[in-house]
């Protein structure tokens, strides 16, 4: 069965210092990956997405960039954070291919970032 | 109008009432449609995928009406631990992208 890692659980880190999240999924070949962020009490924002190793597709963030070393490998970082950065960080897979009519999400654990 | 809205709630509801959300959403051509749960300081999780005809999981239900272009969710004889956000998605097809809606919180009181 298909797991999916995400570490570290909480971190809390100053203003201006870099950030580096990782997410591993096992179980299956060539997902698609993605980057959440969640505000308290906000929704789910996208953030990156990746269909294969090396391609990212970049939503939102400017200060944010994401990388894919690996099939089943995705990592998050910054090179100097913002207070608006804080917020809880969601990786999630889905199966790989363009679309489909049912490509469910599924989440790891998350990684709840304070930035101070 | 965003693209997916969903009424925030909180909906606080005896044990084992019945209990249904709506969704809405805006893109005509979106073709898959999830419901998903959080607990509080948790990942979301896949509750059910929406199917055209409906489909019934338990004591959850999952409707979709295209022409109104809005999903619902049932939750029958509601459990103290039901509690929890309930999120809508919503997935075009031939995209890897889905949109999530903000959430409705339920409540399920003793």
């Known amino acids: 069965s298909q797991t999916i890692h995400q570490w570290p659980a909480t971190l809390v880190q100053p203003v201006g210092s870099p950030l580096s999240l990782e997410c591993t999924v096992e179980g299956t070949s060539n997902p698609n990956l993605y980057w959440y962020r969640q505000a308290a009490g906000r929704g789910l924002q996208l953030l990156f997405y990746s269909v294969g190793i090396g391609q990212i597709s970049s939503e939102v963030p400017q200060n944010l960039s994401a990388s894919r070393p690996q099939d089943r490998q995705f990592i998050l970082s910054s090179k100097k954070l913002l207070l608006s950065d804080s917020g809880f960080y969601l990786c999630a897979w889905s199966n790989g291919g363009h679309g489909g009519s049912y490509n469910e999400q599924f989440f790891g654990p998350g990684t709840r970032l304070t930035v101070l | 109008r965003k693209e997916v809205e969903q009424d925030p709630g909180p909906f606080n509801v005896p044990e084992g009432a019945t209990v249904a959300f709506n969704c809405t959403y805006s893109?005509?051509?979106?073709?898959?449609f999830f419901w998903y749960r959080q607990d509080c300081r948790k990942e979301p999780k896949l509750l059910m995928s929406?199917?055209?005809s409906g489909n019934e999981d338990g004591r959850f239900t999952a409707q979709l009406n295209r022409a109104s272009q809005y999903i619902s969710l049932l939750i029958r004889d509601s459990k103290l631990s039901d509690s929890a956000t309930y999120l809508c998605v919503v997935k075009p097809g031939g995209y890897q992208k889905v949109t999530f809606g903000t959430g409705t919180k339920l409540q399920v009181i003793p």
């Open positions: 929406v199917y055209s």
């Open positions: 893109n005509s051509a979106s073709q898959s």
